[in-house]
C-alpha cells in the first residue's frame, strides 16, 4: 500500500500548482522558494494572487544603509573562518557552501558532513545549515519556512551573543500544522477564494484596483540607517560578541557532525 504524502510533501505540490498557474518561473524553473515567501509573509491573499499574476515578490521602498549588509557578510567570513579552522583540527573534511539555494530559502551556510565523504540519514545526505543574523532582527517567517527543511538549523545572532541549534524533527508538530495552514491557504488562492485582507502591507502594494489602494505620495522611499550614538554601541556589541559567536557555531557544528 503507498503511503500517504506528508504535509510538507503535500504543500510542495500546492506551492508547485501554484507556480504552474500563474507561470512563476525563472530561466523555466519554477520559483518555489520565492512562492513559498509569498505564503509566508502575506496575510492578504489577493495580494499574493496579484503578486503571483504579477511576478512580483515581497519587497519595500525603504532603502537601507549598506553597513547591514557589509556587517552581515563579514560576521559570516569569520564564523567560516573559525569553523574552517575547528574541522581541520579535529580532522573531518567537509564540503562548505553560502548562499546556498533550496526549496524554502537560501542558507547563508551549508556544510555536508562527512570524513570525507557524505553522511546520509535516512537516505538524504546529512546537511547541517546557519543562518547569521547581524543584527537584532529575527524573522519568524523565515525561519518557520527553513524549518520545512529536516537538516539541523544552526541560528547564530550576533548582537545579543547568542547561538541555538533548532532541530525540524523535535519541532514536527508544529511543521505539519504549518503546512497544513499554508495548504489551506493555497487552495483559497487556487480556487479563487483568496482573502482580502486591509493592514501594514498595503503601502507596498502596487495592485492599483484594490480597494484598499492607498493614494500615495510621489516619494515614499525612507533611508534606514543608525545614528552616531547607535552605531557606536553596535559596532561594539558586533565586535566583542562575533568570536564567541563565531566559536560556538563551530563547537555545535562539531557536535552535530560527531553525532553521526
Not at 503507498?2 to 498557474?21: D, V
Not at 547569521?132 to 545572532?157: H, N
Request: charged share 30%.
Amino acid at each position: 500500500m503507498q503511503e500517504s504524502k506528508s504535509a510538507y510533501e503535500e504543500l510542495m505540490t500546492k506551492i508547485n500548482e501554484l507556480a504552474l498557474r500563474y507561470n512563476y518561473t525563472v530561466a523555466g524553473k519554477l520559483r518555489t522558494a520565492s512562492v513559498l515567501k509569498l505564503l509566508t509573509s502575506n496575510i492578504c491573499e489577493e495580494k499574493i494572487r496579484y503578486d503571483l499574476e504579477a511576478k512580483e515578490e515581497a519587497d519595500s521602498d525603504d532603502v537601507f544603509d549598506s553597513i547591514y549588509a557589509e556587517r552581515s557578510s563579514f560576521a559570516t567570513n569569520v564564523i567560516i573562518d573559525v569553523l574552517k579552522s575547528a574541522l581541520v583540527k579535529e580532522g573531518f573534511i567537509v564540503r562548505i557552501a553560502t548562499e546556498q539555494k533550496s526549496d524554502v530559502g537560501r542558507y547563508d551556510i551549508v556544510i555536508e558532513a562527512g570524513n570525507p565523504c557524505i553522511v546520509y540519514s535516512n537516505g538524504q545526505a546529512k546537511r547541517i545549515r546557519i543562518e547569521v543574523k547581524a543584527s537584532f532582527g529575527l524573522s519568524f517567517e523565515q525561519i518557520q519556512r527553513y524549518l520545512f527543511d529536516p537538516s539541523p538549523l544552526i541560528l547564530a545572532r550576533v548582537l545579543p551573543s547568542q547561538v541555538i541549534k533548532l532541530d525540524p524533527l523535535t519541532l514536527q508538530s508544529f511543521i505539519d500544522f504549518s503546512a497544513r495552514t499554508l495548504i489551506e491557504k493555497s487552495d483559497r488562492i487556487l480556487n479563487n477564494k483568496g482573502y482580502l485582507v486591509r493592514g501594514p502591507h498595503c503601502p507596498q502594494c502596487s495592485n492599483n484596483v484594490c480597494p484598499f489602494f492607498p493614494k500615495r505620495s510621489e516619494d515614499r522611499r525612507r533611508l534606514v540607517t543608525m545614528n552616531e550614538e547607535e552605531l557606536a554601541w553596535e559596532m561594539q556589541l558586533f565586535m566583542n560578541n562575533l568570536p564567541r559567536v563565531a566559536t560556538r557555531v563551530a563547537e555545535l557544528v562539531l557536535e552535530e557532525i560527531k553525532r553521526e
